[in-house]
């Protein structure tokens, strides 16, 4: 049974999906759990990352000091 979220999206050529914010802190979260020092002074780059659209850069932006990182790069054309 084809999605049918999925074949509308393709008829309408409005392709472009973004990982949902909830989905972000449940995985990072899942690693501060096993390591709370995974992100400490690393840098996070997120390469094709527009900051005004991308949850990536909202989640890491927002929990920048909680981490403890050392920089945030993203870029965006």
């Known amino acids: 049974m084809p999605n049918k979220n999925l074949?509308?999206?393709k008829r309408e050529?409005?392709?472009e999906?973004?990982?949902q914010?909830?989905?972000i802190q449940?995985?990072?979260e899942a690693y501060l759990e096993y390591n709370p020092n995974v992100f400490r002074e690393k840098v996070v780059y997120c390469n094709?990352?527009?900051p005004f659209?991308?949850?990536f850069f909202r989640y890491f932006v927002l929990n920048f000091d909680k981490?403890?990182?050392?920089?945030?790069?993203?870029i965006s054309y």
């Open 13 to 15: 050529k409005n392709d």
């Open 67 to 74: 981490i403890k990182l050392k920089k945030l790069i993203t």
């Open 53 to 55: 659209e991308s949850n």
């Open 48 to 50: 094709c990352d527009d």
């Open 26 to 28: 449940k995985e990072i």
């Open 21 to 23: 914010y909830s989905d």
């Open 7 to 9: 074949t509308n999206a």
């Open 17 to 19: 999906f973004y990982t």
